[in-house]
Structures are given as C-alpha cells and as structure tokens.
C-alpha cells in the first residue's frame, strides 16, 4: 500500500485534476484506490459527481475523532472517496493538540492494516501549507508536485521543498518528494519547454517524462461529475494521464 499527497502551495496547477484522473487510471488498470478529499474547497469531491454542500459527513467528522474513516466512505465506479465539505476550514479551531496528526490517528493502528485493503491512497491537498496539508503529509510517504508548464514558479517549489524537509525532521521522516508532474503543457509555446528543461536541470530526475497537455476536456469533466476516462475517453487527457499513471506505477512498484 502507498500513499501519495499531491500538493502545491501554487493554486491552480492542477493538484486536484491529477488526483482524480490518476486515481480513475490506477482503477482502470486493476488498483484498489482510495482518494481522500483535504481541501475545504471540496474540488476533488465535487469532480467525483458528489455534492459537497450534501455531504453530511465527511473527513472533518473523522479528523475531529466523531466518525471512523469506513462511516463516511462514497464509492463511485469502484473508487473509495473521503469526501470533503466547506466546514472543513474549521480545522484551525479545533481544540485539540498535535492537529497534524489527526488523519493519522484516524486512518492508521500501528501496522497500517486498516489500509492494508488498498494498493494506493491518493491525497488532495489544498494550495497552503497550512494544517490540512501537513495531516496529509504526516502519513504520506510521497509527494507528487503538479507543475503548471506556462511559469517559472521555481520559488514557490522552494517553499515546498523546504516545508518538506521540516515535515521531514519534525513529523515524517519516510516522506519524499518523489515526482514532479507538467501540468497545462502546450509544447507550441517556447516557454513550456523552457520551463521543464529547467526543472531537469534544477530536480534532475524527478519530472515525469509524461507531460499532461493543455486539454479543454480535461477542464470540462469536473461539471459532469466525471473523470477524463468517463467524460472523454479519446481525449490527449484521458490519454496523458494514462501514460502519466503507468509511470507512477512503475516508479513506485
Ligand atoms: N491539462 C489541463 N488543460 C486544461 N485545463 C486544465 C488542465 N489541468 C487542469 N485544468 C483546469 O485548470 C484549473 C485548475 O486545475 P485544478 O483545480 O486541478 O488545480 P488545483 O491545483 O487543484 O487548484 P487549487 O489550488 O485551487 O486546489 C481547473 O479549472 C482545471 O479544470
Ligand atoms: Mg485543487
């Protein structure tokens, strides 16, 4: 069983579209996949067909201690879903101490069994590096950073990085940034590539060699509450996060 966070600090670079599309993928090729929505925004939820304004009980209720994680699962064509609500932003207020370590005391006994039924656990994270994505990098052991093609957004990946490295002294040892996805990639615009030879340059090695195309498709399928495979199977998305997930897997397994 792995455990993947996707997360970026940036907005917008398409933490959640990969979530859900490489999580549609791994299910297509036989994985048993969970996805665990830590966004108040609720984007990944709302992109699996589920409404988060009725969703009655969702991770919140499971990171406050008042419902365990098998209660509020939503399956959808195969897929296990944690699904989030707006009243997720709340976690800041909750009055109990060492709030990073609340999805891990939910999720996790000692031998990790209770995910022991899963090949892959896909986290969203929110664009902050705030409590939420420090609870899903404290049972992560790796990161996988979307990277929108069109900026050079290399200082904002420093901050990444180096959040990681403290969660790494101070909450997680075992986590790595382990990948670094292009996301939006229009390969007719010079400052595409640009940005990805110097990503190689500056993280050799850990940019995927899939690039996930700009795909207007790809943007579409949240509306329907359907991922790329189910929206669009012939589209470059559908086809880009394929290619992309037999990579992970194959980096990972
Ligand atoms: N390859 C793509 N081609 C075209 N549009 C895309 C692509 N990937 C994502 N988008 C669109 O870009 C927007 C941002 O993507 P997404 O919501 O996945 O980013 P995010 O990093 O999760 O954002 P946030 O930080 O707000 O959670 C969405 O409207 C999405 O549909
Ligand atoms: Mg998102």
């Known amino acids: 069983m792995k455990i993947i966070s996707i997360s970026n600090n940036k907005g917008g670079v398409g933490k959640t579209t990969t979530t859900v599309n490489v999580a549609a993928a791994m299910q297509i090729l036989g994985k048993k996949v969970m996805v665990i929505d830590m966004d108040h925004q609720a984007q990944t939820t709302y992109h699996f067909g589920i409404n988060p304004n009725e969703v009655k009980e969702s ?55 209770c995910l022991s039924g899963y090949d892959y656990v896909l986290i969203d ?9 420090l609870n899903a990098m404290a049972i992560s052991e790796f990161i996988l950073v979307p990277l929108q093609a069109q900026f050079l957004p290399f200082h904002g990946m420093y901050n990444l990085f180096e959040a ?64 790329i495979f189910e929206y669009k199977p012939e589209s470059n ?14 980096r990972y397994e």
């Open 125 to 133: 994270c929110p664009p902050s590096l705030g409590v939420l994505t």
């Open 237 to 250: 998305g559908a086809d880009d996060y394929m290619a992309l997930t037999k990579e992970i897997i194959s």
């Open 164 to 227: 990681v490295q403290m969660v790494k002294k101070r909450i997680n040892r075992d986590i790595e940034v382990t990948g670094i996805i292009g996301t939006m990639y229009n390969p007719k615009k010079s400052i595409n590539r640009e940005v990805m030879e110097e990503t190689e340059r500056r993280l050799p090695g850990k940019l995927f060699n899939t690039f996930i195309r700009e795909n207007v498709a790809l943007q579409e399928a949240p509306s329907w509450g359907k991922t």
């Open 59 to 113: 991770i919140y209720d499971v990171l406050k201690g008042d419902k365990e994680f098998t209660e509020i699962i939503v399956n959808r064509n195969g897929i296990d879903i944690l699904p989030a609500n707006p009243e997720m932003r709340n976690i800041e207020f909750i009055p109990l101490p060492a709030k990073e370590f609340l999805l891990k005391e939910a999720l996790m006994d000692k031998d990790k069994k």
